[in-house]
């Protein structure tokens, strides 16, 4: 089964005529497919390790134009962050057999972080320094100046929560057994009495997921995957204390990021932070239980996490 039902097919073949015709500085370069690759796009390797390429393939139409969104946004973000953001160093067009926008981006040393949700995880990473580096980079991000950025609408993350109600019910209702309902609805309407940041709010990455955040030497290093960048509620990059902190590494994430007593958040944000983690995951399940099943159950047990506190 396909991860999706309207999903593009992207080859070796597809990468290496688009670069050729577009960026032919790079059409020497041999071309690999990434084994690791997200919901959204297809990574393809250009030429060795040392090269230091990637192309990213969109895979789906909501995605399509991210590559043009990364080459305006990135650049300016990059330098008011403390860890690496690959910002495209060229944007591909479609073609007559390729119907997206793709991207070269700098390919990122380093590895994903290992889940530390996933039953015999081996951790590749430090929790103490990675909640106050992960903290920091959310206050970081957050305090660049909105003005002019993409303001986030329709149920993208960081708009109201309320926009999600319908949703969230309905893919807990089709998860049944998979999840403990009523908990699980009762920690999301404790998130949706949270009061809101005001509007347009301010910068957020919006899936700082482990798949989404490189490790090396134990400490992290880089910030990829920016598709759900934009303005908006800045409680939709609190997610990351429910799937990857615990006890006292969770709270020193949260007063880094800026959401304990005395922060600068609003006192609703860490509600809808949680919040978050329900509409990611809940919503999550019955997509992909069938298409990727060991992200579904990633995403049930980041849900568990949640609901427990």
Same mark, same amino acid.
């Given at each position: ?67 043009? !969104?990364? %080459?305006?946004?990135? +650049?300016?973000?990059?330098? *008011?962050?403390? $860890?690496?953001?690959?910002?495209? @160093?060229?944007? =591909? ?100 009495? !949270?009061? %809101?940041?005001?509007? +347009?709010?301010?910068?957020? *990455?919006?899936? $700082?997921?482990?798949?989404?955040? @490189?490790?090396? =030497? ?92």
């Amino acid at each position: 089964m396909p991860l999706h039902d309207d999903e593009v097919t992207v080859t070796a073949d597809d990468v290496r005529r688009l670069v050729a015709a577009q960026h032919p500085q790079w059409a020497s370069l041999a071309v690999r497919p990434v084994r690791e690759s997200g919901t959204d796009h297809q990574l393809f390797r250009l030429g060795d390790d040392d090269a230091g390429l990637v192309a990213r393939m969109p895979k789906i139409g909501w995605a399509g134009e991210h590559a043009l !969104a990364d %080459a305006r946004w990135l +650049p300016r973000l990059a330098p *008011h962050l403390p $860890l690496r953001v690959p910002a495209p @160093l060229a944007v =591909g067009e479609p073609d007559d057999g390729y119907p997206f926008h793709w991207s070269v981006v700098p390919w990122v040393p380093g590895a994903a972080i290992v889940d530390p949700l996933e039953p015999g995880a081996v951790p590749n990473l430090d929790p103490a320094a990675a909640a106050a580096d992960l903290g920091a980079f959310v206050t970081a991000l957050r305090a660049v100046d909105p003005s002019g950025g993409p303001v986030k609408d329709g149920t993208g993350r960081g708009v109201p929560l309320s926009r999600l109600d319908d949703a969230v019910r309905r893919a807990a209702a089709e998860s049944g057994d998979r999840l403990d309902g009523p908990a699980v609805l009762k920690a999301w309407d404790r998130a949706l009495e !949270a009061a %809101a940041d005001p509007v +347009p709010g301010a910068w957020l *990455h919006g899936d $700082l997921m482990p798949g989404n955040l @490189l490790v090396d =030497g134990g400490r992290l290093t880089a910030v990829i995957d920016w598709g759900a960048l934009g303005v908006g509620d800045p409680a939709a990059d609190l997610p990351p204390a429910w799937w990857l902190f615990s006890g006292r590494d969770r709270d020193a994430f949260r007063e880094a990021a800026g959401a304990g007593p005395g922060g600068d958040l609003d006192d609703g944000a860490w509600a809808r932070g949680l919040g978050w983690v329900l509409v990611q995951g809940v919503i999550a399940l019955p997509y992909y239980w069938d298409r990727w099943p060991a992200f579904a159950r990633a995403s049930q047990r980041r849900v568990a996490a949640a609901v427990a506190g």
